[in-house]
């Protein structure tokens, strides 16, 4: 049998990825994402294009809306 040593190989390319990935979604977490993908009324784009685009000026107020989309985005409670 082998060692419970690390392998060189996994040693090269980091920690071992988080256990909850290989775990199937909650109800809530698989609605979620179709949530995201609807465009709402008003909206021009869907809710996970605003979340994912980052700012295109550097400037304070894009800065506060980067703070913001990073706030709602950890409010998803996903990863």
Do not use: F, Y
């Amino acid at each position: 049998m082998g060692s419970l040593e690390p392998s060189p190989a996994r040693e090269r390319t980091g920690p071992k990825p988080p256990q909850h990935l290989g775990v199937s979604p909650t109800i809530g977490r698989r609605a979620m994402p179709d949530s995201l993908l609807t465009v709402p009324a008003g909206a021009r784009v869907p809710e996970l294009d605003r979340l994912r685009c980052g700012p295109v000026r550097v400037s304070g107020p894009e800065m506060t809306r980067a703070l913001e989309r990073a706030t709602e985005t950890a409010a998803l409670n996903v990863g």
